[in-house]
Each structure stands twice: as C-alpha cells, then as structure tokens.
C-alpha cells in the first residue's frame, strides 16, 4: 500500500516550538523520510507527508496560525470573512473568521481557548490529499495520522472528513496522544466524537494524572467506534499529565514508551521512519523494564499530578479522569486499580516476553506457589539483574523472594471489565 503520513500539532504548538521542546509530533516529522506536502498559491506540491501547525501556537519561527492561511489556496488571507460556511468561503478565497480573529495576539488568544485553526487545518488536509491523488495521479490508498491534544483530535475529525470523500476506500489509522478537544467541543461537534469506518487502526494514550475539567479527554465516555468490525481501537492509560507522553520530564518513562510505540506503529503501517526514538526500549523485555519503572513510581504520583491555583483557575477547577476513577479503570486496563498493569499494552508486553510466568500466575487457575526458575527461566534471570522489575512485582505481591524466587498460581487473575485488548496485530515496540 502507499502511505501518506499527517502530523497535527497541538494547541500553542508549531514545528519550531515543538523541535525546540523535543515533543513527539515534532520528533517523528523531523525523522520521516521523503518531503513535505505543501500548498501554495493554489498548486500543491507532492510529498509524503504533512505538517498542520497546531492552533494558539503564537507564530513561534514566524509561522502563521493556521486560521491565517487559506486551506484551499495555501495563501496569507487578507480580506475579512462574509457569510456562509467556513468551507464556501474557503472556497471562495476567505474563511469564517473575521479581521480581528485572525490578529496575532486575539487569533492566538482563541486558538488557546477554542481551537481556532482547526477548522482550517482539515480543510488543507483533505484539499492536498485530493489533490495528490486526483491531480498529481498518486496511488495513496493509506493515511496514517499522529497528534498530540487538540492535533490527535484534529486526526479523529480529519479521517471523518476523508470519509466524506472517499468512503472507506482510504484506510486511516491514527496514533493520537491525550485527544483532547477543549472546553465542550469533545462533545457538542460530532465529528470529534466518533471514530469513521475508514479509521482501521486507533491508539489513544490517556494522560493518567491530568485533572483539569477543561481537559477532558476522547476517552471511551465520550469516543464511539461506529462500525466495530471495521475499526480495532484501544486506549491506554498513562502516568503523567498532559504533555508527560510527549516532552520527557515526570515520569519520563511515560513519553519514552510512548514514543516507541508510536514508532513501532507507525512504521508497521508503511511510514518511512528514520531511527528510532530510544535503542533501550526496542523489545518486549525492554517494554516491561520501562513499565516497571512507572507501577513503582505510582506510588509517588501526587508529585505528577496535576495541582497548583492556576491549574485550578485555568481548567475550571481539578477532577479525576474518567479512565483514572477507580470504579472504571478497569474498563481500560485488566484489573483495573489493583491489577499489576499501567495499561493493555503493558499486560501484552509481559505475555510476550515472559509467557510462562504470565500464563502461571495470571491466567491459570489454582493454587500453591512454585518456582520461578521452573515457571520462566528469562524471568527469573530478569528479575535477577533488575531491581525494578523484581520490586514492581514484589510490591503487587505477585513475587515472593525467600530467598528463592517463587510465584503463586493465578496469584495475578484479575476480573475482566475490559472494553478492548490489546490487538494480537498491534506491534509492541519499535
């Protein structure tokens, strides 16, 4: 198949800012291999990738904002806007917003707070894509889409509106990081509220500690799946707030992860990328190492989460995430708050690194203890040289060192409330 990759930056974010910050949108279009798509004076040119700036993103480099730019032609709008739809008046070579929206300091302002730009951002996106295929005569008839906040929201919207056009005969998948739509647009613009039959694949990673009630993610109260036997979709909590999975900071394992996976998947479904984020993440083992790192950072994750006046001022106020409640993370995760597993993906790295000691103490039924050298001989010799691996489990108590290793038949079975699983098809790492 030939791939075509969109990257969507999120809100106060552009590609100079995000470079900068060393964030994961940024980090896969600075290492994807070819050229970038571009639209300019109404003639697009080929590439088999695309930057959307993020909305907000305060002309960092000198960008414009995207609410600046005509989608259709590709150039700087100087005229204000008229009546109509946001789409005849791009048509017509203006936009909905008005002189004053599309000023530096108001514009960006808006951005911020509503999203101004998205709008525009899928307009472009679908207008080149078209144009690719229809003009320019390019056999894409796959599109993978990576985003962060509003931009992996704005990957939801955008494959709705490929939809629109060309059915399901353009396979989407998207890779989107805390999708949050802002304010009450994750429920009020129905676009952002269902994932299209065209979108096959669908990660999402939830931010775990994020309590700010303006930030509410597309978690699975707010996401519907419309044709479940087209669409394989899985969410995936993760430690940290907001931007903890994109800009490595606390937990940093929390972004190393992520991007890794992002990596693996992307690339499995025809993105030509160039290295890999982390070299020390690049199995299922390594994945387990990273995820232990974190179940023993739980335990301090006050020191993450999100806290202070102005995070309460700026996001109305402080409230545990749906996927965070201990009464519905185990419609997430396997066992939810008592389980041993940060997320799905965590429980099927375990399976596939260390699949006798996960077939013994998760899945099998019984009881007694045994050895673990005669259980799973790699994790016995892993849990040897790793202390965070050895006291993870220890601390669920799923390892008991006295002084041999021993684990305790279906001591780990958890009850099952799950909405998805981690796909068989789904890659574990980069």
Wanted: net charge positive.
């Amino acid at each position: 198949m030939t791939t075509f990759t969109v990257y969507c930056h999120g809100t106060g974010f552009n590609r100079v800012k995000a470079t900068e910050s060393n964030e994961l949108v940024a980090w896969f279009h600075n290492h994807t291999d070819g050229s970038e798509a571009r639209l300019a004076g109404s003639l697009v040119t080929p590439g088999s990738y695309l930057i959307n700036e993020g909305p907000g993103s305060g002309m960092v480099g000198g960008i414009a904002l995207p609410q600046q730019v005509n989608p259709i032609t590709g150039n700087r709008i100087s005229g204000s806007g008229g009546g109509g739809s946001s789409f005849s008046k791009a048509l017509g070579g203006k936009t909905s917003t008005s002189k004053l929206t599309r000023s530096n300091k108001v514009g960006n302002a808006l951005g911020n707070l509503s999203g101004l730009g998205w709008d525009e951002n899928v307009i472009r996106t679908v207008n080149i894509i078209q144009d690719m295929i229809f003009e320019h005569g390019q056999a894409i008839d796959r599109v993978n889409l990576a985003g962060w906040s509003r931009g992996a929201v704005t990957c939801i919207r955008i494959a709705a509106a490929l939809n629109e056009v060309f059915g399901n005969e353009l396979e989407c998948n998207i890779f989107g990081v805390d999708p949050v739509a802002g304010l009450s647009a994750g429920k009020t613009i129905e676009d952002t509220t269902r994932l299209t039959p065209n979108v096959a694949r669908y990660i999402a990673i939830i931010a775990m500690h994020e309590m700010r009630k303006s930030f509410k993610p597309q978690d699975w109260s707010r996401l519907t799946v419309v044709d479940p036997g087209r669409t394989t979709a899985v969410m995936l909590p993760m430690p940290g707030v907001h931007n903890a999975q994109v800009i490595p900071n606390e937990p940093a394992y929390a972004a190393y992860i992520t991007r890794n996976l992002a990596c693996g998947f992307l690339r499995s479904l025809g993105t030509s990328i160039d290295g890999v984020p982390y070299n020390f993440l690049c199995s299922a083992a390594d994945m387990c190492e990273g995820y232990a790192r974190l179940v023993m950072g739980l335990s301090e994750h006050k020191s993450y989460q999100t806290s202070g006046m102005k995070n309460r001022i700026v996001g109305g106020g402080l409230r545990r995430r749906s996927a965070a409640k201990h009464s519905r993370m185990d419609l997430y995760t396997r066992g939810g708050k008592e389980s041993y597993w940060i997320n799905e993906h965590h429980r099927a790295c375990f399976a596939a690194a260390y699949p006798g000691a996960y077939q013994t103490i998760f899945e099998d039924v019984g009881n007694g203890n045994l050895l673990l050298s005669k259980v799973d001989s790699r994790l016995f010799q892993a849990v040897g040289s790793s202390a965070f691996l050895r006291d993870s489990l220890m601390s669920k108590g799923l390892l008991t060192d006295d002084p041999t290793y021993t684990v305790e038949v279906g001591g780990g079975r958890y009850a099952d409330r799950r909405v998805s699983v981690w796909p068989a098809t789904f890659p574990l790492h980069a």
